[in-house]
């Protein structure tokens, strides 16, 4: 793991004047200087526009984003790289999941399901196309450990529900779901099945044929890749079913001043020039991932997260919020009486960066009484060093505060 440290250049940083210990992989991962080289050559020589040039550097530009989307297909294992879909991240593909799949599909009286511990990316889109057409959505209940309560999920299930649409891994528990079982007690009742890997991709092998998922989304720059950038995976037929939502260039059949017909998918979800350095690089990162032993890496983001958790235990009035034995490299705390912005800023003065609030996960929030946590979460460039430094910062923070 060491050699892997030495290829992210950011965390050789001082931030306040302490080495930095960087424990927000969660919201997002550091960068490895080989997608930063991708990046950088791109803008330096290669820029061009793709799809559409007649000359050496569009050729070049296009060539390198189509195979960027055939390393995603290789990396999930799609069937085709058609099925690939690339977006602005996780938000945008599920946004469009609603709009294009949704409204084609939906009517008024069927029922969706989503879970207590989804991210408000996998919520609000699907609110604000309740809004309207008449849909109920219905959410699984998550058990006091931070799992996904599986016996009330299967209560949940009818021929109304159209949709079921949950995270692989909780951003804020760090629960890793058995996201398969619920993929076949979804089909059961013919409902489809989309499933939020923002945060599995980077620890897990993703395979949606294994899964059987109908769709699956993911962000570029949680797993060591550039922003604005990410991908939602879609079955190719239901995806050629789905109307666009944007229109512009480089998604069209034809048009004439009476309408428009669309190319297939990827390209009719494709309008406008697009993230052409973020794909490119999203392909590099998607290769450093490859080079990954994942095995490794989840062995050693799961001892992170055990040392951290014991540690944590020793503090007086220290609740953890989740203990599910499947998660990874997610840990979330509240202290009694202890504001978590407080802890958050006493960290940051220690060159300690975690992540506090509600994590855009209200309703799990509520469920367990508590309106924030102070959350870490790590990379593949943590180390056992990070951990101690985070609990000795903490102690600091305890002092300060108590
Ligand atoms: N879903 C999960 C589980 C997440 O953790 C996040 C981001 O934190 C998102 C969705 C949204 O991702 P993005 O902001 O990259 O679109």
Redesign the pocket.
Known sequence: MKDLRAQFPAVHQKVNGSPLVYLDS??TSLKPQKVIDVLTEFYSRETANVHRGAHFLSDRATQKFEKARESIQKFINAESPNEIVFTK???EGLNLLAQCWGRRFLRAGDEIILSEME?H??IVPWQMLAEEIKIKINFIKVTDSGELDFAHFQTLLSERVKLVSI?H?S?TLGTLNDVKKFIFEAQRFGAKTVI?A??SVTFQKIDVQYLDCDFLVF?G??LYGPYGV?VLYGREEILNQMPPYQGGGAMIAQVTKDGTTYLNAPQRFEAGTPNISGVIGLGAAVEFSNSLNLTKVLAHERELLERATEQLKSFSDVRIIGESPSRVNILSFVIAGQHPADIGQILDQQGVAVRVGHH?NQPLMKRFGIAGTVRISFGVYNTVEDVDILIRALKKAQELLS
């Open positions: 969660a919201a991240g996780t938000t991210h990316s996998n995270t891994c951003n939020d923002a945060q962000s720059h949680k990410g855009c």
